[in-house]
């Protein structure tokens, strides 16, 4: 496992805490480092936090992202701007914790993504089955492709997993809850704020007006659910 902080402080504390699960730690000072780090042996998981000299967090996930490396990645961030959320989703990290953050809830996401990265059809409905249509939305979770009226998608693995599970059950509603265990199964710890910026990152994707969806509607006290929008048009 590889821990990316330039905090020496901070660092130490998050290498005993993974050592003490019996986790081998290489601690990184810089974003270089990390991608050295990475490239001479992947991790199961990269602890990555976003300020950092040489390359910030956000470049090194854009380009383990860009080199195809599918590790499971948690950044660790002060910013807690709504942007800076959907950028770091964007890009390609599977969950994200705020400074200050707990250590033991550090370590229960952790596991969680461990977890989730090991499990046998953890990405199920994402890894196979048929295309899965709603409208002319596509998912196609044996390819991990997505088209809207034709058009190729790009997707992280988060949306994809988010999408997938929207696309098996059109017009089902799912509470954030549930979507949460699409993307890291069941865990106390996680926030329903990620999939809150996951949903805003699919609507700038698969909507024409993300601000005014037709697609990917949101169930007020409830959830979100996938449509077709010619559906409604059909109705009306």
Do not use: W
Not at 103 to 123: F, I, K
Not at 188 to 203: E, G, K, Q
Not at 214 to 236: N, W
């Amino acid at each position: 496992m590889v821990v990316a902080e330039d905090d020496e402080k901070q660092a130490e504390l998050v290498r005993r805490y993974l050592e003490r699960e019996g986790h081998a730690v290489r601690i990184v000072g810089d974003g270089l480092a990390a991608l050295d780090a990475v490239r001479h042996k992947e991790p199961d998981l990269l602890v990555l936090d976003v300020m950092m000299p040489r390359a910030d967090g956000l470049d090194v996930v854009r380009v383990l992202r860009a080199e195809r490396r599918e590790l499971p990645v948690l950044m660790l961030t002060a910013r807690t701007t709504e942007d800076d959320l959907l950028l770091g989703l964007d890009l390609g990290a599977d969950d994200y914790m705020t400074k200050p953050y707990s250590p033991r809830e550090l370590m229960a996401r952790v596991r969680t993504l461990l977890r989730r990265a090991r499990r046998p059809g953890a990405a199920a409905p994402a890894d196979d089955g048929p295309v899965l249509r709603v409208g002319g939305l596509a998912v196609d979770p044996e390819r991990h492709e997505v088209t809207v009226e034709g058009v190729p998608v790009e997707c992280t693995r988060g949306e994809f997993r988010i999408l997938a599970a929207l696309a098996a059950g059109p017009d089902r509603v799912f509470s954030r809850p549930r979507l949460l265990e699409e993307l890291h199964g069941f865990d106390r710890y996680s926030s329903d704020r990620t999939v809150d910026v996951h949903i805003m990152n699919l609507r700038k994707k698969i909507e024409p007006a993300p601000r005014k969806p037709v697609r990917l509607l949101t169930v007020f006290g409830v959830g979100y659910k996938l449509t077709d929008p010619a559906k409604g048009e059909r109705r009306a």
